[in-house]
């Protein structure tokens, strides 16, 4: 599997990563992340590659890796190097990389820019305890810094445990610049003396991301906006590492409206719980790359070559992006109608299974739903009639605008049903025209005939299209047999 292809690596290639954790679901703030980092390396003839940051193995989830290489997959963000593809700059995965951090934490030991601490959970709990006492924000004392060798070979020999701490000095700034927030300064007292690497021989994010863009050749790194503060303390690393540091664009939090953050606990964060609702994979991709990009001109609909043609960095916005849902279904119901017939089909294949109408007219279905659905998830509540006439409330005939009800619907439907039993051809346009027709000899509105009778023949208002689908749907033998018993319904209650 591994692409050995790539011996030396042109510094000057653009090369961009998704460095997700395998929490068992795909966040769309992380897809964009995802979406914005592949059109980067596209658009430049880069490399895009896949990370998994698994190194907090208490939060691994069973079968969380295969999400994120499905979704990549389906969503056509296709990776050049990762852990199911290979690549040069392996491993993939960072569980599999333990050797390589413990190794750079030793050196960043040995120059100085790091040390081992050896205080307990207890003492570090304390020493929080009494800065927050103090109402100040808590950093680490540097308690272990001081630490002769001596002690520390000693310590190490009793089996004690102990994490590497990353050496910051408390005095001066930090500057950066970030491509979408500008120059970004930190006190350099405001920096704590991180753990890089815990107990268990774990690193944290803070060593791994550095140790592993570096290692992996990564140009520009595109993250969520919540590592923008951090970032000093890791391009320290970098320097002590003698290391270049990457270009840095990070991007704006993605927030369900003003106040709430988009977050999984209302189920409405994950790629596949929009999938789920029926929303298509190329209307979230095309709704995401605007969730915080604009291509400087009014062009909405985008395939991602159109996408990747138009990407750039200045388009990217600082603000955060509210995702609208409305405008994400808008979006979803132009992709639905420009699908072929085909693909429609396939599609709404599973929607129709839960329907059960697999046995009808597919094509003719389509031909009546497609140009009307805003989510394929609404088809089975659509098609629920299909199946079998529901029971129903004779309110249902009431429509007060059409000025029409369960008295002014029988003597319609029996003229109705006469018309429908002479008629042969169920085609729609034939339908459509010849109860038109009637409506105009009646002298009535034509929702006082079309109203009523879908009612009659559906047992529901919830149908794709209107009378004439759903007697076209439901064919000759079926449409009379259930205006019939509608009829009957209808008379034996003005008997009764
Ligand atoms: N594993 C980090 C996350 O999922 C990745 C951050 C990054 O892109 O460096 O938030």
């Not at 630490?147 to 950066?176: C, F, H, K, S």
């Not at 060593?207 to 970032?231: C, K, P």
């Not at 709430?260 to 929009?274: E, I, Q, T, V, Y």
């Not at 006082?448 to 023949?457: C, D, G, K, N, S």
Request: charged content about 25%; glycine content about 8%.
């Amino acid at each position: 599997m591994r692409s050995e292809g790539r011996i030396a690596m042109s510094m000057s290639q653009i090369r961009t990563r998704f460095a997700p954790s395998p929490t068992g679901y795909l966040h769309i703030g992380g897809l964009r992340t995802a979406l914005y980092a592949w059109l980067f390396a596209r658009k430049n003839n880069g490399a895009f590659i896949l990370r998994i940051e698994d190194t907090d193995t208490g939060r691994e989830v069973a079968g969380a890796k295969d999400v994120i290489f499905s979704t990549l997959r389906q969503t056509g963000l296709n990776y050049d190097e990762g852990p199911d593809v290979g690549g040069a700059f392996g491993p993939y995965i960072q569980s599999e990389r333990a050797h390589i951090y413990k190794d750079h934490a030793e050196m960043l030991v040995k120059c100085g820019a790091a040390y081992r601490c050896f205080c307990t959970k207890e003492r570090l709990a304390d020493e929080r305890a009494k800065a927050e006492a103090k109402g100040e924000a808590y950093t680490y004392d540097k308690h272990c810094l001081s630490l002769p060798d001596d002690e520390i070979q000693r310590r190490i020999n009793a089996g004690e445990p102990y994490v590497i701490r990353q050496n910051i000095l408390r005095t001066g700034e930090t500057t950066y610049t970030d491509a979408v927030f500008g120059d970004i300064t930190v006190p350099n007292a405001d920096l704590d003396d991180n753990v890089l690497l815990k107990a268990d021989g774990m690193p944290t994010y803070n060593l791994a991301n550095v140790v592993d863009d570096h290692l992996m050749g990564i140009s520009h790194v595109i993250r969520g906006v919540e590592y923008l503060s951090s970032t000093p303390k890791y391009n320290h690393l970098y320097r002590a590492f003698g290391w270049e540091i990457p270009a840095y664009i990070h991007l704006p939090v993605v927030m369900k409206d003003k106040q709430r953050k988009l977050s999984k606990r209302h189920g409405d964060a994950s790629f596949d719980d929009f999938i789920k609702k029926g929303y298509l994979k190329e209307a979230l991709i095309n709704y995401i790359a605007l969730l915080g990009w604009s291509p400087g001109n009014d062009q909405e609909i985008f395939t991602l070559d159109e996408l990747t043609a138009a990407f750039s960095i200045e388009g990217l916005s600082k603000s955060s992006a509210i995702f609208d849902v409305d405008k994400l279904t808008w979006m979803n119901a132009q992709y639905i109608r420009a699908l072929t017939k085909k693909d429609f089909i396939d599609r709404a294949m599973p929607y129709f299974k839960e329907a059960g109408v697999e046995a009808f007219d597919l094509e003719l279905i389509a031909d009546i739903m497609q140009p009307r659905l805003e989510r394929l998830d609404e088809i089975p509540g659509k098609l629920e009639f299909l199946k079998e006439m529901p029971e129903y409330d004779l309110s249902l005939f009431t429509h007060k605008r059409m000025k029409t009800d369960a008295a002014a619907a029988l003597p319609v439907l029996e003229q109705a049903r006469a018309l429908l039993e002479a008629q042969s051809d169920y085609s729609l346009d034939s339908l459509k025209e010849a109860l038109l027709t009637l409506t105009e000899k009646l002298g009535i509105k034509n929702g006082q005939l079309l109203w009523p009778l879908r009612v009659a023949i559906t047992g529901t208002e919830v149908t794709p299209g209107g009378a004439v689908e759903a007697a076209c749907l439901l064919g000759k033998t079926d449409t009379l047999q259930r205006l019939d018993l509608s009829i009957r319904k209808l008379e034996e209650t003005k008997n009764g």
